[in-house]
């Protein structure tokens, strides 16, 4: 069974100091690992996806890596607009269902 | 990229009464579409997906139902709701297997 967990369930940063995000996972076969981020009320936006271990994509102060075993999203200089929820999936090769993680709920104070 | 439309974007309904929550989906064709509910502080539990017209799986038996009538089109339903049916639902979409899955906006169901 596949299964994702992230880490930590909640994060607070002061603006300007940055961090990571972990996100670890088992799977049969990796197809995709997907990050999003989800504002209150809204649905998830999607931000990345990585599909081989040694990749990394950038966007903005986002950056996510990936490895066999684990995927971090790391956020530099972070500001309050960066707070919302980070949530991670797997897609294995085998299927297509994506297992989404609970997700890390990150609060940037000014 | 896909677009994920879903309605209503928040209603409140009484006991027992029926449910009907639509998804349509633009820019794709042929998706793989689900049905997510998503409670406070918790995870995405997935509860219907399809793969093509009328073809509906579930992975959670409860008192909801899901059809697709259209190529694009995915609706959640009830026929009596239940106080724990209460909770934020999520449509997404995803063109094949292994693509980017795109989320829409989400429905709040309050039942009462």
């Known amino acids: 069974e596949d299964q994702v967990t992230q880490s930590p369930e909640a994060l607070r940063l002061q603006e300007g100091e940055s961090s990571s995000l972990n996100c670890s996972y088992t799977?049969?076969?990796?197809?995709?690992l997907f990050w999003y981020r989800q504002d209150p009320g809204k649905g998830p936006e999607f931000l990345f996806t990585?599909?081989?271990a040694g990749e990394e994509k950038e966007k903005e102060r986002l950056k996510a890596t990936l490895t066999k075993k684990e995927s971090f999203l790391h956020i530099t200089a972070p500001k309050p607009e960066d707070s919302a929820t980070y949530l991670c999936?797997?897609?294995?090769?085998?299927?297509?269902?994506?297992?989404f993680g609970r997700g890390t709920s990150l609060i940037v104070h000014p | 990229s896909q677009t994920i439309h879903q309605w209503p974007a928040t209603l409140v309904q009484p006991v027992g009464s029926p449910l009907s929550l639509e998804c349509t989906v633009e820019?794709?064709?042929?998706?793989?579409l689900y049905w997510y509910r998503q409670a406070a502080g918790r995870g995405l539990q997935l509860l219907f997906y399809s793969v093509g017209i009328g073809q509906i799986s579930s992975e959670v038996p409860q008192n909801l139902s899901a059809s697709r009538p259209q190529d694009r089109q995915f609706i959640l339903s009830s026929k009596k709701l239940l106080l724990s049916d209460s909770g934020f639902y999520l449509c997404a979409g995803e063109q094949g297997n292994g693509n980017t899955i795109y989320f829409g906006e989400g429905s709040w169901l309050t039942v009462v």
């Open positions: 999936a797997v897609q294995a090769s085998v299927g297509y269902i994506p297992t």
């Open positions: 799977v049969s076969g990796l197809r995709g």
């Open positions: 820019g794709t064709s042929n998706p793989n």
């Open positions: 990585l599909y081989s």
